[in-house]
């Protein structure tokens, strides 16, 4: 059988287009047919999976200022002047993961919806206060066409699945029927134990999109109470000069390889965030073998076991205490 998916713009093998991604590279492994069709690429090589730019049938739709954020920038076009994209007649299994590209599809996998995202940001000390006061006074123009969108996207869908629980209450609060609840796939022979008998001398800590995956606040006081801490992700001046401390090492993005053997001798793993409907980071940390602490809400309250598996708190304060007590 062939297989056709929508995604995100791809401007990485990470966020939204992953769960695309694995399924596709796994589908072609087992000699199936797959295609990607996507907005746009910076990708022009995917284990044997063929990609294609659908962009230049798509620029009826509109132009936005957005043009630095490939996803937001889709995003807004698909707000404005939706485009329907026409399913090729062939026997492929069509799926589709984007939040802009509409199309007639066997199944719709739903990831969240960028405004709720937005809203749980703009909450967050770490949010930007000129984008929250925009935010403002446009959510609500901003909510009722992502609505409309999204209606699209179901009625244009034969069947439509979340990747969480919590994603599912999301679109159902917006009267959107959600047929099942698939969590995204994780590749277990790369995303393993590397030792059995890792150095547990540090916390790993996640630097991701600010206001959304990482609450600042959190890493520099447990530095600041003697907690060793790697973080990887983002590198950015604005983060060396907010995280400066001997005990903080700040390492940017690292191939999968690296953060496996990060995974593997952390103590722990620290994730902290606003709005997460899945998480892969938490699942990572435990197929690694290492424990996570994280918040008892949302995507990861689904995937982090308690006492078994990680930790599971209320509040930032909570966070704070627990993880120093687990370092001590």
């Known amino acids: ?5 929508f995604t995100d713009p791809l401007t990485s093998v990470y966020g939204a287009v992953r769960p695309a991604l694995t399924v596709s590279k796994e589908l072609a492994r087992r000699g199936h047919d797959v295609t990607i069709l996507t907005p746009y690429s910076m990708l022009s090589d995917f284990h044997k999976v063929r990609i294609a730019e659908i962009k230049e049938k798509i620029q009826r739709s509109g132009k936005t200022v957005l043009t630095k954020i490939p996803l937001l920038r889709e995003w807004m076009k698909a707000l404005i002047l939706p485009y329907v994209h026409e399913r090729e007649k062939s026997e492929s299994l069509v799926i589709n993961t984007s939040s802009s590209l509409i199309t007639e599809a ?3 996998y739903g990831q969240g919806q960028i405004t709720k995202a937005i809203d ?9 206060l000129r984008y929250k006061v925009i935010y403002k006074f446009i959510r609500g123009m901003l909510v009722n066409l992502e609505k409309r969108l999204m209606m699209q996207f179901r009625e244009n869908s034969a069947l439509f699945i979340t990747n969480s629980n919590f994603t599912k209450s ?5 009267g959107i029927k ?27 800590a996640y630097l991701g999109i600010r206001g959304k995956e990482t609450n600042l606040k959190v890493i520099k006081e447990l530095a600041r109470q003697g907690v060793k801490i790697k973080a990887f992700g983002k590198s950015s001046k604005e983060y060396e000069k907010e995280l400066s401390s001997q005990n903080i090492e700040i390492l940017g993005y690292v191939d999968d390889n690296t953060l496996v053997d990060l995974y593997t001798n952390a103590l722990f793993t620290l994730f902290t965030f606003t709005h997460e409907p899945f998480g892969y980071i938490p699942v990572e940390s435990m197929a690694c073998g290492t424990p996570v602490i994280t918040y008892d809400k949302q995507g990861p309250k689904n995937t982090v076991s308690h006492n078994r598996t990680g930790w599971l708190v209320s509040n930032d304060e909570e966070l704070v205490r627990e993880a120093i007590r687990i370092w001590k």
């Open 1 to 5: 059988m062939d297989f056709v998916f």
């Open 106 to 108: 066997d199944a719709y």
């Open 120 to 128: 749980d940001m703009s909450q967050s000390r770490d949010f930007p």
């Open 170 to 174: 999301l679109y159902e609060s917006w």
């Open 178 to 204: 959600v047929d099942h609840v698939i969590y995204p796939p994780l590749d277990l022979e790369v995303f393993r134990p590397t030792t059995q008998k890792p150095s547990r001398d540090y916390v790993l």
